[in-house]
């Protein structure tokens, strides 16, 4: 496990509260190791974040840093990560996360190479229900990739949890928003043309997930460096080109083919929001979403009357937040 001095220079209460072991994951920004509470002799993921580690910008990792803090303490959903614990040196910052024992959906997909398109549903659907909250609490995740993707267990059906806020974004108020509330008598028509535009900044995470989705049901990802293309990834990806490999795809339903293609829509004022993708035919199956609520929502935290109690209380108080809740 630990180097001796890796162990020392970790605040005192923290080495008496957690035993650190292993490493489990690498991030951008820090690793991820695996910790077990004394106390309880519990697992749990440590997620160690180094202020040094970017010197030259090292504003921005500590801003980014505390911007991922502040939106891990204040989600709450099923199908988002949550804190357990957390500490903070001049150098560094602990985060203690709930263990996810399946690992990374990265993972499983190289071990199964494809997989199962009723999994697959089930998978994805949590992650539009994670994002959708995100969304309406004016969050968006603008990394979400299957490293991102945790799994609770090593079972097929498993509550996913999507994890890394370093790189989110937190809608405020914008310049434009107050603008376009004041009287008009002198607003040049661009600012109103210009409006119509702003605030799809969320639709990078529809892509996202239309990215990871075609990873999950095909093996392979979209865009890929190949030189028989003969196109960058980047022109690959602006240009909205990829193949659906036939001896992949051949056993996979029309209607999933048809998720894909309308999140991988170049234009985000076209491309399927996440709400329109809740109510694409290929999620309107009753039996997923029983599942799905099944072990997102456990019997035990129903309350009398069988209703879950929902993981969108947050949502209630600040209910939809309109496209026009973007920063510009
Ligand atoms: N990038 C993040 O913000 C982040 C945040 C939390 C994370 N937890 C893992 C993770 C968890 C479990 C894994 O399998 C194991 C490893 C050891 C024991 C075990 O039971 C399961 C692999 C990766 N990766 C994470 C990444």
């Known amino acids: 496990d630990l180097m001796a001095d890796e162990q020392s220079n970790l605040p005192k209460e923290l080495s008496e509260k957690?035993?650190?072991?292993?490493?489990?994951?690498?991030?951008?920004?820090?690793?991820?190791?695996?910790?077990?509470?004394?106390?309880?002799?519990?697992?749990?993921?440590?997620?160690?974040?180094?202020?040094?580690?970017?010197?030259?910008?090292?504003?921005?990792?500590?801003?980014?840093?505390?911007?991922?803090?502040?939106?891990?303490?204040?989600?709450?959903?099923?199908?988002?990560?949550?804190?357990?614990?957390?500490?903070?040196?001049?150098?560094?910052?602990?985060?203690?996360?709930?263990?996810?024992?399946?690992?990374?959906?990265?993972?499983?997909?190289?071990?199964?190479?494809?997989?199962?398109?009723?999994?697959?549903?089930?998978?994805?659907?949590?992650?539009?229900?994670?994002?959708?909250y995100l969304h309406n609490n004016g969050i968006i995740h603008r990394d979400l990739k299957p490293e991102n993707v945790l799994l609770s267990s090593h079972d097929d059906v498993c509550v996913i949890k999507i994890t890394d806020f370093n790189q989110s974004k937190i809608l405020e108020e914008s310049a434009l928003m107050r603008t376009l509330c004041g009287t008009p008598t002198y607003l040049a028509p661009e600012v109103f043309t210009d409006a119509v535009t702003v605030g799809y900044s969320r639709a990078v995470d529809a892509w996202s997930l239309g990215v990871v989705l075609f990873v999950c049901l095909a093996g392979y990802p979209p865009f890929y460096p190949d030189a028989r293309i003969g196109l960058s990834v980047s022109d690959q990806i602006t240009q909205g080109i990829y193949t659906f490999i036939p001896s992949k795809w051949d056993g996979i339903s029309d209607d999933a083919k048809d998720v894909v293609k309308k999140l991988l829509r170049v234009d985000p004022n076209v491309r399927l929001t996440i709400e329109e993708a809740l109510q694409h035919p290929w999620l309107m199956d009753e039996a997923m979403k029983e599942t799905a609520e099944g072990i997102m929502y456990p019997k035990d935290s129903r309350d009398a009357d069988g209703t879950a109690d929902s993981g969108d209380a947050t949502v209630a108080s600040t209910g939809k937040r309109s496209r026009e809740d973007e920063e510009e």
């Open 18 to 132: 957690y035993m650190i072991t292993k490493k489990i994951g690498v991030g951008v920004c820090g690793e991820v190791k695996l910790a077990f509470e004394r106390a309880t002799c519990k697992k749990v993921a440590l997620k160690t974040i180094n202020k040094k580690d970017f010197p030259a910008s090292v504003g921005t990792a500590t801003r980014s840093a505390e911007r991922e803090i502040q939106i891990l303490q204040k989600i709450d959903h099923p199908c988002l990560i949550k804190t357990k614990d957390f500490f903070q040196t001049d150098d560094s910052y602990y985060i203690f996360l709930e263990l996810m024992e399946g690992g990374e959906l990265f993972d499983r997909v190289k071990s199964k190479q494809q997989i199962k398109e009723p999994i697959a549903k089930l998978y994805f659907y949590q992650m539009l229900k994670a994002v959708e």
